[in-house]
Protein backbone atom coordinates (compact mmCIF):
# COMPACT_ATOMS: atom_id res chain seq x y z
CA UNK A 1 0.00 0.00 0.00
CA UNK A 2 1.04 3.29 -0.75
CA UNK A 3 0.37 7.03 0.38
CA UNK A 4 0.45 10.21 -1.41
CA UNK A 5 0.35 13.56 -0.66
CA UNK A 6 0.66 16.44 -2.30
CA UNK A 7 1.32 20.03 -1.33
CA UNK A 8 2.81 23.45 -3.25
CA UNK A 9 -0.54 24.47 -4.47
CA UNK A 10 -1.98 27.90 -3.99
CA UNK A 11 -3.16 31.10 -6.32
CA UNK A 12 -0.75 32.75 -8.69
CA UNK A 13 -1.13 35.36 -11.56
CA UNK A 14 -0.75 33.79 -14.67
CA UNK A 15 3.37 33.77 -15.63
CA UNK A 16 4.25 32.81 -12.68
CA UNK A 17 5.81 29.81 -11.02
CA UNK A 18 5.04 27.03 -8.72
CA UNK A 19 6.30 23.91 -7.65
CA UNK A 20 3.92 21.07 -6.82
CA UNK A 21 5.16 18.43 -4.23
CA UNK A 22 3.40 14.75 -3.70
CA UNK A 23 5.97 12.49 -0.44
CA UNK A 24 5.05 8.38 -0.78
CA UNK A 25 5.19 6.54 2.26
CA UNK A 26 6.58 2.75 1.37
CA UNK A 27 9.38 1.40 0.87
CA UNK A 28 8.74 0.82 -2.88
CA UNK A 29 8.55 3.92 -4.22
CA UNK A 30 11.36 3.74 -6.31
CA UNK A 31 10.25 0.92 -8.33
CA UNK A 32 6.93 2.83 -9.63
CA UNK A 33 5.99 4.94 -12.59
CA UNK A 34 4.78 8.36 -11.19
CA UNK A 35 2.48 10.39 -12.90
CA UNK A 36 0.96 13.54 -12.14
CA UNK A 37 -2.75 14.36 -13.56
CA UNK A 38 -5.43 17.84 -12.94
CA UNK A 39 -8.92 18.08 -13.18
CA UNK A 40 -10.77 21.35 -13.65
CA UNK A 41 -14.49 22.04 -12.46
CA UNK A 42 -16.77 20.21 -15.15
CA UNK A 43 -13.98 18.29 -16.81
CA UNK A 44 -12.37 15.07 -16.55
CA UNK A 45 -9.53 14.03 -15.42
CA UNK A 46 -6.86 14.55 -17.74
CA UNK A 47 -2.95 13.82 -17.80
CA UNK A 48 -0.27 16.16 -17.09
CA UNK A 49 3.46 14.47 -17.08
CA UNK A 50 4.99 11.00 -15.56
CA UNK A 51 8.65 9.90 -14.77
CA UNK A 52 10.08 6.36 -14.73
CA UNK A 53 11.18 4.73 -11.75
CA UNK A 54 14.84 5.68 -13.00
CA UNK A 55 14.30 9.25 -14.33
CA UNK A 56 15.26 8.16 -17.52
CA UNK A 57 11.74 8.49 -19.05
CA UNK A 58 9.73 11.61 -18.54
CA UNK A 59 6.38 12.08 -20.74
CA UNK A 60 4.22 15.76 -20.70
CA UNK A 61 0.95 16.62 -22.02
CA UNK A 62 1.32 18.76 -24.95
CA UNK A 63 -0.35 21.82 -23.34
CA UNK A 64 2.39 21.90 -20.62
CA UNK A 65 5.22 20.87 -22.92
CA UNK A 66 8.10 23.21 -22.40
CA UNK A 67 6.46 25.04 -19.13
CA UNK A 68 6.35 22.01 -16.48
CA UNK A 69 9.20 19.70 -15.14
CA UNK A 70 8.21 16.15 -13.90
CA UNK A 71 11.62 15.47 -11.45
CA UNK A 72 11.76 12.94 -8.47
CA UNK A 73 14.13 12.05 -5.64
CA UNK A 74 13.45 8.29 -4.56
CA UNK A 75 16.05 8.86 -1.45
CA UNK A 76 13.60 11.65 -0.02
CA UNK A 77 10.34 9.44 -2.10
CA UNK A 78 9.32 12.21 -3.61
CA UNK A 79 8.08 13.79 -7.29
CA UNK A 80 7.85 17.28 -8.13
CA UNK A 81 6.28 19.04 -10.79
CA UNK A 82 8.15 22.24 -11.65
CA UNK A 83 5.27 24.57 -12.95
CA UNK A 84 6.12 27.82 -14.90
CA UNK A 85 4.76 30.86 -17.50
CA UNK A 86 1.02 29.24 -15.64
CA UNK A 87 -1.66 30.36 -17.66
CA UNK A 88 -5.65 30.58 -16.17
CA UNK A 89 -6.29 27.37 -18.15
CA UNK A 90 -3.41 25.20 -16.25
CA UNK A 91 -6.40 26.07 -13.50
CA UNK A 92 -7.17 22.78 -11.34
CA UNK A 93 -6.72 20.20 -9.00
CA UNK A 94 -3.80 18.78 -9.31
CA UNK A 95 -3.44 14.93 -8.20
CA UNK A 96 -0.25 12.58 -8.45
CA UNK A 97 -0.25 9.03 -9.18
CA UNK A 98 1.55 5.99 -8.62
CA UNK A 99 1.32 3.23 -11.09
CA UNK A 100 3.29 -0.22 -9.66
CA UNK A 101 4.65 -2.92 -11.72
CA UNK A 102 3.89 -4.08 -14.27
CA UNK A 103 3.36 -0.39 -16.18
CA UNK A 104 0.21 0.32 -17.72
CA UNK A 105 0.04 3.38 -20.15
CA UNK A 106 1.21 6.21 -18.01
CA UNK A 107 -0.86 8.72 -19.86
CA UNK A 108 -4.05 6.95 -18.64
CA UNK A 109 -5.77 7.83 -15.38
CA UNK A 110 -6.91 4.21 -14.87
CA UNK A 111 -3.27 2.66 -15.18
CA UNK A 112 -2.52 4.40 -12.07
CA UNK A 113 -2.76 2.43 -8.77
CA UNK A 114 -2.35 5.00 -6.27
CA UNK A 115 -3.58 8.10 -5.49
CA UNK A 116 -2.89 11.91 -3.41
CA UNK A 117 -5.80 14.12 -2.17
CA UNK A 118 -5.36 16.31 -4.65
CA UNK A 119 -4.14 20.20 -4.15
CA UNK A 120 -5.34 23.33 -5.51
CA UNK A 121 -3.39 25.35 -8.39
CA UNK A 122 -5.57 28.68 -9.38
CA UNK A 123 -3.98 31.22 -11.73
CA UNK A 124 -5.61 34.13 -11.90
CA UNK A 125 -5.55 36.23 -15.62
Known amino acids: QVQLVESGGGLVQAGGSLRLSCAAS????????MGWFRQAPGKEREFVAA????????NYADSVKGRFTISRDNAKNTVYLQMNSLKPEDTAVYYCAADPPPFGNYYQAQTYDYWGQGTQVTVSS
Open 51 to 58: ISWNTVNT
Open 26 to 33: GRTFSAYV
